[in-house]
């Protein structure tokens, strides 16, 4: 069964500085997606950036990015000149890329981001 | 930008008693899905939901839970007989197709069970 294992429940950042957020998972499948997710305090939760697994190049999305390491099974989330509308609790997700059966998402515990001004 | 809307925000019931959760997904999704969060703990599936039926389901959605699309845009979560465990946010979410990757999601309702 895959895993996802988020291992910091909580962070601080400091603003304008840069700070990662660590995910590993553990699957035997070789075809997947991953996904960050961002849960502000109104609670919607937004996507903030994904990567397929058979892309090598890392996913960037402003000023967030994603370390994908395939081989070690682990995608961290980087931010970059951070905001105080960074401040959420962050999910990493990961979902089967098969065109038929589940689609079910699996979730880490999530991390909560605080961003001091 | 068109998003997924549940209703209530908060709900709280007794044991026992039944409770349904609104979700309207974004209108021209086809996949629908819940997911629950126990204070704590991870989000976890619940069950997915296309052409009308259940097309997967956890360990967790057991004969108490029941799920339907009433109309054509609500999607709904009914619980016959809440127990105290079943005190968690309830999200929905929503695809444009199965096989499309993101899922998006509502703001959750907040179940409380006394």
């Known amino acids: 069964a895959q895993t996802v294992t988020q291992s910091q429940p909580e962070m601080s950042v400091q603003e304008a500085e840069t700070v990662t957020l660590s995910c590993t998972y553990d699957?035997?499948?070789?075809?997947?997606?991953l996904f960050w997710y961002k849960q502000p305090p109104s609670r919607q939760m937004i996507l903030v950036i994904r990567?397929?697994?058979?892309?090598?190049q890392n996913a960037t999305e402003n000023r967030f990015s994603v370390n994908f390491q395939k081989a070690a099974k682990s995608f961290s989330l980087k931010i970059s000149d951070s905001q105080l509308g960074d401040a959420a609790m962050y999910f990493c997700?990961?979902?089967?890329?098969?065109?038929?059966?589940?689609?079910?998402?699996?979730f880490g515990t999530g991390t909560r981001l605080k961003v001091l001004a | 930008e068109p998003e997924v809307t549940q209703t209530p925000s908060h709900q709280v019931t007794q044991m026992g008693q039944e409770v349904i959760l609104r979700c309207v997904p974004i209108?021209?999704?086809?996949?629908f899905y819940w997911y629950r969060q126990i204070l704590g703990q991870k989000v976890e599936f619940l069950v997915s939901?296309?052409?009308?039926?259940?097309?997967?389901k956890s360990e967790i959605f057991d004969d108490q839970f029941s799920v339907e699309r009433p109309d054509g845009s609500n999607f709904t979560l009914k619980i016959r007989s809440t127990k105290l465990e079943d005190s968690a946010m309830y999200f929905c979410?929503?695809?444009?197709?199965?096989?499309?990757?993101?899922?998006?999601f509502g703001p959750g309702t907040r179940l409380l069970v006394l």
């Open positions: 979410a929503s695809s444009l197709a199965g096989y499309q990757e993101t899922q998006y």
């Open positions: 699957t035997s499948e070789s075809d997947y997606y």
């Open positions: 990567q397929e697994a058979y892309k090598q």
């Open positions: 997700a990961y979902r089967r890329r098969r065109t038929s059966g589940t689609y079910k998402y699996i």
């Open positions: 209108s021209n999704h086809l996949y």
């Open positions: 939901f296309y052409n009308n039926e259940i097309s997967e």
